[in-house]
């Protein structure tokens, strides 16, 4: 590493190829310092970025390599807040985001048995999963120093849910080099251009310890992978293995909960179709609950907002009230003070009298009468 150490992240470690200098903005080198950049807290990326592009000497690469391995480090983008709260997931929740990756395989496979049942399931686990995630993000950027804005929250839960809809964005957000949010319609892959720090390592991110063999993520979800998977083998690439090897699938029935003992025939586009418009169905409700729980919020928001400036609106006058109270008394003081001096003057000048006549009747009474 080049001065920086990262922080717990779930064994995640990365597989380059041989032409992966190319294809990943450089070597492992790049990624090995990429890692723990994006795990830092958001205020300290610029300036530990410029310190790791300065450190590639400790590598003990040439310097040509040196020089492009530094350049590649100062050009690493800051990522947008919605992103780098979705890296603290990754660097110190992992295990949230590998439950939200298998979920979304499951729903997958739920889609292709066109099992209603199980994928109406499978959107309430993944409700739940989301809330319980976007929780979790809260409290980690909050434990960094930064909070985290409602818009920014419902951009880490779309880019969440992203993950669950589309294998290629659970691999972006569990990389820990996401720049910026994700989005799925649930229809087209989703868009991951620019969307990681190092172009192509979202593609082969890794645990040490994987998402779960096939078999382990079919027991949690209730599917059932192919024969002879590997740990840590997608059930598809086992189930391509079967066929090299036998000549045919040994890929049992996905969702073992069903209940299925055989392989399904293969559904007709209709039956696709319809199990593709219960899934838009489900999405399409869950988008309406969310709409709804906005709506409220923001009703909530702006009676919040009315009652303030109302109150700011009273005080504003109260204290108009106060400042003209306020003007009448000082001039009703200076009067009164005025007043007072002239009094006082006036009471100097009678006694100055009295003393001038009694001096005077003093001196009549000591003169004889002529």
């Keep these: 590493m080049v001065g920086l150490s990262a922080p717990g992240r779930g064994g995640l470690a990365f597989v380059a190829g041989p032409d992966s200098y190319d294809a990943c903005m450089g070597t492992r080198e790049l990624e090995g310092i990429a890692g723990p950049l994006y795990a830092l807290p958001y205020g300290e990326f610029v300036a530990a970025r410029t310190a790791a592009a300065k450190d590639v000497s400790a590598i003990g690469l040439t310097s040509a390599e040196q020089r492009a391995l530094a350049a590649e480090v100062r050009a690493l983008p800051k990522p947008s807040v919605a992103a780098w709260a979705v890296n603290m997931l990754a660097a110190h929740s992992p295990e949230i985001l590998r439950e939200l990756a298998g979920l979304g395989t499951s729903m997958q496979a739920a889609q292709d048995a066109l099992d209603a049942a199980a994928l ?96 382990e993520t079919a027991t949690v979800r209730g599917t059932e992978p192919a024969a002879g998977a590997r740990a840590g083998e997608p059930a598809a690439r086992a189930a391509d293995r079967g066929k090299a090897a036998g000549g045919k699938s040994t890929e049992q029935p996905r969702l ?22 219960e899934g838009a169905e489900e999405a399409a409700a869950e988008a309406d609950e969310e709409a709804r729980r906005a709506a409220a919020e923001l009703a909530a928001a702006t009676a919040e907002s009315t009652r303030l400036a109302d109150e700011a609106r009273e005080l504003r006058r109260r204290l108009d009230v106060a400042e003209t109270e306020l003007k009448g008394a000082r ?40």
Excluded: F, M
């Design 256 to 277: 073992r909960a069903v209940g299925q003992a055989r392989v399904a025939p293969t559904p007709s586009a209709v039956e696709r179709a319809r199990a593709g418009l």
């Design 331 to 370: 001039k009703r003081h200076e009067l009164a003070a005025a007043l007072a001096q002239q009094t006082a003057r006036a009471a100097d000048r009678q006694r100055r009298k009295e003393v001038l006549a009694r001096e005077r009747v003093l001196r009549l009474g000591n003169t004889p009468e002529g």
């Design 120 to 215: 109406r399931r499978l959107a309430q686990e993944r409700r739940q999963l989301l809330a319980g995630a976007v929780k979790t993000a809260h409290a980690l950027a909050a434990q960094q120093g930064r909070a985290i804005s409602a818009s920014v929250a419902t951009e880490v839960e779309q880019t969440l849910r992203a993950a669950t809809a589309d294998p290629g964005a659970a691999a972006a957000v569990q990389s820990g080099c996401l720049l910026r949010a994700l989005s799925a319609d649930g229809v087209d892959v989703v868009d991951l251009a620019g969307a990681v720090a190092v172009p192509g390592s979202h593609a082969a991110a890794v645990t040490a310890t994987g998402t779960g063999s096939a078999r």
